[in-house]
């Protein structure tokens, strides 16, 4: 029989076991019965001892810095999943996990919802439906003629899943050509993707730039003064990406000429705070970061969730592994 000494000791240096779910776990259906979960939703207490969780499930529309706390103390920290298509709120704190953590974004979650959005935004900015809704509250009959989608030139900025995604649902609008760019060229089934530095070619061609690129150090204010200068008279700047892929100040800049109009999911600071001129700001509509927070989130969500869990269980390979930690 083992003593109480060798009992210690195993179970000292028993692994991390615990994942923690932002839902309750009976709503992952299909769930492997063989972990041991537990549900935080970012709240100040922790459901269980945050160095047992070896798995963790980031909540989704919560304060980031509160998502991120209990990252650094979890030493036994194998895998970080978030829902989220990006990963750039978890950046600052992956140099401080453990060694070999792989960091899983929650791609095929959010293309859909993301991709009609960009679809509302740019088509409500053209066809004048913000001064509609101005003018329905007054009482007055707006008419005039706006611009239509059909017949114009659009360039996706970040071709990937939900880049593709836009495109797929611009198509049946008569578009008259889409612009794909990327972070590296490469060719897919509807044409060429260009990299990014054939932005200054692109961008005075396009009457409509719809950014979808994640937010790394490469795309930070990427769209800045030399990016929007490049833009055609007239043309619309959709953002469905991140906040931080745009200078605020230069876009202020380029608005209050009237030169250019911009339909933003995304801004930078966010939330965007009472007063700030972006508010008042010309030729803007703004959405407050609804992108992926549809109808179609939860459930694509939870068999993501659902087929992860399954895969850790069986020490297959995971998903959407973006990052490893070294």
């Given amino acids: 029989m083992a003593s109480s000494t060798q009992r210690n000791t195993e179970q000292a240096a028993a692994p991390a076991a615990d994942v923690w779910l932002p839902m309750p776990p009976e709503d992952v259906e299909g769930r492997p019965p063989s972990l041991r979960y537990q549900h935080w939703d970012g709240a100040a207490d922790y459901p269980s001892d945050p160095s047992d969780c070896a798995f963790y499930v980031l909540p989704y529309m919560k304060d980031p810095a509160a998502v991120v706390r209990p990252l650094r103390v979890m030493p036994g920290l194998r895998v970080v999943q978030t829902l989220t298509a990006g990963i750039d709120h978890v950046a600052p704190v992956l140099r401080d996990l453990p060694p070999g953590v792989r960091v899983c974004n929650a791609r095929g979650v959010h293309e859909a919802s993301?991709?009609?959005?960009?679809?509302?935004?740019?088509?409500?900015?053209?066809?004048?439906?913000?001064?509609?809704?101005?003018?329905?509250?007054?009482?007055?009959?707006?008419?005039?003629?706006?611009?239509?989608?059909?017949?114009?030139?659009?360039?996706?900025?970040?071709?990937?899943?939900?880049?593709?995604?836009?495109?797929?649902?611009?198509?049946?609008?008569?578009?008259?050509?889409?612009?794909?760019?990327?972070?590296?060229?490469?060719?897919?089934?509807?044409?060429?993707?260009?990299?990014?530095?054939?932005?200054?070619?692109?961008?005075?061609?396009?009457?409509?730039?719809?950014?979808?690129?994640?937010?790394?150090?490469?795309?930070?204010?990427?769209?800045?003064?030399?990016?929007?200068?490049?833009?055609?008279?007239?043309?619309?700047?959709?953002?469905?990406?991140?906040?931080?892929?745009?200078?605020?100040?230069?876009?202020?800049?380029?608005?209050?000429?009237?030169?250019?109009?911009?339909?933003?999911?995304?801004?930078?600071?966010?939330?965007?705070?009472?007063?700030?001129?972006l508010w008042q700001a010309p030729n803007v509509l703004i959405s407050p970061h609804v992108g992926g927070a549809t109808s179609a989130m939860r459930p694509r969500a939870v068999r993501l969730l659902r087929r992860q869990l399954t895969r850790w269980a069986n020490e297959e390979q995971l998903e959407n592994v973006v990052h490893v930690t070294s």
């Avoid at 578009?175 to 972070?183: G, I, Q, Y």
Wanted: overall charge negative; charged content about 25%.
């Fill in 114 to 277: 993301t991709a009609e959005l960009a679809l509302t935004l740019t088509l409500a900015s053209l066809r004048g439906i913000p001064a509609f809704v101005g003018a329905q509250r007054s009482g007055d009959w707006l008419q005039g003629i706006h611009p239509a989608l059909a017949d114009r030139r659009v360039l996706i900025v970040g071709y990937g899943a939900i880049g593709a995604a836009v495109e797929e649902r611009l198509l049946p609008f008569e578009t008259a050509e889409v612009l794909r760019v990327a972070r590296t060229s490469r060719t897919v089934a509807r044409g060429e993707v260009h990299a990014l530095d054939a932005l200054p070619e692109m961008l005075p061609r396009a009457d409509v730039v719809i950014l979808c690129t994640p937010l790394t150090e490469a795309t930070r204010r990427l769209v800045a003064a030399d990016f929007l200068g490049r833009m055609k008279d007239g043309a619309l700047l959709v953002n469905v990406a991140r906040g931080g892929v745009v200078d605020t100040d230069a876009l202020l800049a380029e608005l209050a000429t009237g030169r250019l109009r911009a339909a933003l999911d995304v801004t930078d600071p966010e939330p965007l705070p009472p007063g700030h001129p």
